[in-house]
């Protein structure tokens, strides 16, 4: 894992943009400046406006089930790990 400093790019898709949150907004430009082959996003407006500018979406609901599936051994709280699905 690495950590990037995040500069607001203003010619992004500024108008899209606006409606996120602060972590949608600076997810997705990362996303686009480094080509990012997934992002992951659960709200729902920020999904969307990420599939619009073409980028490859996952939840995190999405990420834990790969990691079922790679076999690792995941710690989850409550009833979510009834959600994953049995690959």
Known sequence: MQVIPVADDTNTH???LLELDRGEKQTIMLAQR????KVVIDERMGR??????ELNVVG???VLAKGKQLGLKLKIFGGM???LPDY
Do not use: R, W
Request: charged residues 15%.
């Open 14 to 16: 500024l108008t899209l």
């Open 34 to 37: 480094f080509k990012a082959d």
């Open 48 to 53: 969307s406006i990420a599939e619009y500018l």
């Open 60 to 62: 995190t609901l999405g």
């Open 81 to 83: 790990g009834a959600c």
